[in-house]
Every structure is written in structure tokens, then in C-alpha cells.
């Protein structure tokens, strides 16, 4: 079987923004490279968003960005806007395109949909794949999306509802999220932040549909595309081998309390770019302790008082924006954090913080 100088287990949103960075950067030339993923086709199947805290490769690949966002409660509404970080959200579809046609040009480069068809013994290997099923009595974000199409000019296009707890609870955290790309197309989500195992809270199509026609109040659509996913809120456990680099959710680049991922592996295939041929003996990449010392204890607020989440959400997007963005995007400092920090309740979370 072929040897490989380097592996990527998994061709999706990391292992091909990493193989993408390494082949614009001339790292791939000399060296080969096998992807292992076992799906067919590439086609659209995600909409990745965040908030633009920093240059990235996918600028082409951009649906649409909005400088304006609102968020809901039942009781209250807030917008605000930030002409410095737009909020971005990118179409899969035109991301994997992209990538693979890059990456076909080159012969050093092969795909192949299973591991055991290649000698990767002596290989570095790259891995972006859970190894088993991971807990679902656990904590998740788990969504369901639709983007519809209207008639008629319904949105407005210039803002986004990033989070409307406006809806049904049912003693978790719920909210709604609607993306306007144009005047009549949007993309809008059902949300749960909760266990996996309970399945009361999964009849997403009739969340969804509820949501559109009542909240929104849009009686005829056409469903143009459909998104479903969940994001396990947990590092789950990684067996140590210095040959083998988590990279992706496996990799821990998810922030646990957004579920915001597409920024931070751009930024550790930056990082793995600049290391990597000493990337087995350099220190393992992080986003931070910080965030996953504040993360946890927002974690664990949120699993004890689901039903206080909407106005703690709500009150901490009450600080300027550009602070609230630095914060979720992990590039805070000392006094965005204080800031933050001072809009919590204080005696639930000092709770979390000791128990």
C-alpha cells in the first residue's frame, strides 16, 4: 500500500480548510497528502457563520454579511451594530468547490474513502473524527434549518435575529435565528441547547414551520434547503499519540458556550501551516484556558437554570457589541471580559463557580 508523508482523517470543514492551507502555502509540492473521507459527492449540507474578527481564505464563498443583529426574549428586544466585525455566513457548497478544485491541480494530493487503503505507519497524521458515538446525556447544541424562499419581499436584509427566546422552552434553552439573505430568502433555525436523549424536543419541522407562519408571519414559502446538526457542548476524551493531531470539533476547536467553530480551525491550520515540520514536538493549540474556565462555569449555570438563559444571554449582549463579539470570538482582553463578566448575575454563577 502507498505511504503518505502526511494524513487527514475526514474531508470536511477541517481536514479540507487544512489541506487548502497547506497547498496555497507550497507545502504540498514535495510532500503527499491523503485525505480519507468516505462520502460520495461534496454538495451544500452547512451553513458556517461567525463573526469576521480576522482575514480568512472563504471570502468568495460568503453568502451574505450583515453589520446589524438583534436579540429577543418574550419580553424584551435589543439591536446592535458593529461596523467592525460584520457577521458572516458562508455556504458549504461553494467551500468544498473551491477547495477541490484547488487541490485537484495537484498529484501529490489523493482521496480515498477509507484508511485501511493506504500505509499511514509512518505518516503525520491530521484527525477530525470522533473516535466512537460521544454521550448524548451530555450537553448539546442540536438545530435544525430551513432557507425558504418568499413571493413576496418579506425581509429585511440589512439585520439579523441572532437569537429570539421568544418561543417554547420546555425547560431547556430554546431560541430561533434567522439569517436574511436577501429581501425574500432567508435561512431560519430551531435551536436547543440540552441533552440529546430527549426526543420531545426534536419535531424541528413543526418548530420550524410554527415559527415562520405565528412569529413570523409568512404564509407561503417554498423550502429551498435543509440543514440539520449537533455540536456536543464537551471535549470529549482523546487517546494522547504525538503522530496523530486533533484538528476540528476532535481538536477542541469549538467554543462550548457559542458552538462557534469555522474561525478557530482557520486559525489553527494557520498555526499547524507555521509548524508543521516540527508539528509533533510543538505544544498542542488551544483556544485559550481563559474561555474554557469561563465556558465551564457558563456551562454549568445553563444546566441548572435553563430558564434564566434568555435574559442572561439578552443582559450580557448588552454591552457594547465590539466587546460582546471579542469575548465569543476569543479575542477578548482583561477589561472586555470585566465588562462582560459584570452583566452576569453574580450569586448563580459564584454558585457554579464553587460547586
Known amino acids: 500500500m502507498k505511504e503518505f508523508d502526511y494524513v487527514i482523517i475526514g474531508g470536511g470543514c477541517a481536514g479540507l480548510s487544512l489541506a487548502y492551507e497547506l497547498e496555497i502555502n507550497d507545502k504540498l509540492k514535495e510532500k503527499t497528502l491523503a485525505i480519507i473521507e468516505p462520502r460520495k459527492e461534496y454538495k451544500r449540507d452547512k451553513t458556517w457563520s461567525f463573526w469576521k474578527v480576522f482575514n480568512h481564505n472563504f471570502e468568495d464563498c460568503i453568502i451574505k454579511s450583515w453589520n446589524n443583529f438583534t436579540i429577543n426574549t418574550s419580553e424584551n428586544s435589543h439591536e446592535l451594530r458593529t461596523k467592525k466585525f460584520p457577521y458572516q455566513s458562508i455556504d458549504s457548497g461553494k467551500f468544498y468547490k473551491k477547495i477541490n478544485s484547488k487541490l485537484s491541480s495537484n498529484s501529490n494530493i489523493s482521496f480515498f474513502k477509507n484508511l485501511n487503503e493506504i500505509n499511514s505507519k509512518s505518516s503525520v497524521v491530521f484527525n477530525s473524527v470522533f473516535e466512537g458515538e460521544l454521550d448524548k446525556s451530555k450537553l448539546w447544541q442540536h438545530f435544525q434549518g430551513v432557507e425558504i424562499e418568499t413571493s413576496q419581499d418579506v425581509f429585511d436584509d440589512e439585520i439579523l435575529n441572532l437569537m429570539d427566546f421568544n418561543c417554547d422552552q420546555k425547560n431547556n434553552v430554546h431560541f430561533f435565528y434567522t439569517l436574511p439573505f436577501s429581501k425574500n430568502k432567508a435561512l431560519i433555525e430551531t435551536t436547543w441547547l440540552s441533552d440529546l436523549k430527549n426526543y420531545n424536543l426534536m419535531d424541528y419541522d413543526l418548530q420550524l414551520e410554527n415559527y415562520i407562519k ?83 462555569i457558563f456551562l454549568k449555570v445553563l444546566k441548572k437554570n435553563p430558564e434564566k438563559m434568555p435574559n442572561i444571554f439578552y443582559k450580557m449582549f448588552k454591552c457594547s457589541p465590539n466587546t460582546v463579539i471579542k469575548f465569543l470570538s476569543n479575542k477578548s482582553n482583561i477589561l472586555n471580559d470585566i465588562s462582560i463578566i459584570s452583566k452576569m448575575p453574580k450569586l448563580i454563577f459564584i454558585k457554579a463557580l464553587f460547586n
Not at 256 to 266: A, R, V
Not at 274 to 282: E, G, L, Y
Open 214 to 296: 405565528n412569529n413570523l408571519r409568512i404564509k407561503n414559502y417554498k423550502i429551498k434547503f435543509v440543514e440539520k446538526g449537533a455540536i456536543p457542548l464537551f471535549y470529549p476524551s482523546i487517546k494522547k499519540n504525538s503522530k496523530i493531531i486533533s484538528i476540528g470539533s476532535a481538536g477542541g476547536m469549538t467554543r462550548l458556550s457559542t458552538g462557534y467553530t469555522f474561525l478557530n480551525i482557520q486559525e489553527h491550520c494557520k498555526y499547524i501551516l507555521k509548524n508543521i515540520d516540527k508539528i509533533d514536538k510543538v505544544e498542542k493549540y488551544n483556544l485559550g484556558y481563559k474561555y474554557k474556565f469561563l465556558d465551564n
